[in-house]
């Protein structure tokens, strides 16, 4: 069974733009380099697993305390 090159590619871009998201959001919260974190998630879009495990290890680390 083979699998359109094209099917894959848009998924793939979907995945980034969704993962790019949360992850921007998660890394606000929960680093001092959010910009960093995004770009490291988005990358990992190539290998979904990857990108999935990623955010959920920052889903579940802690938040940074709040500044007085």
Do not use: E, Q
Request: aromatic content about 8%; some cysteine.
């Amino acid at each position: 069974m083979t699998l359109n090159a094209n099917i894959y590619v848009l998924f793939i871009l979907l995945l980034m733009i969704v993962a790019g998201v949360v992850a921007w959001r998660l890394a606000r919260r929960k680093s001092h380099h959010p910009v960093l974190i995004t770009v490291l998630c988005v990358l990992l879009c190539l290998f979904p697993p990857l990108a999935l495990l990623a955010l959920l290890v920052l889903a579940l680390w802690r938040d940074l305390p709040v500044r007085a």
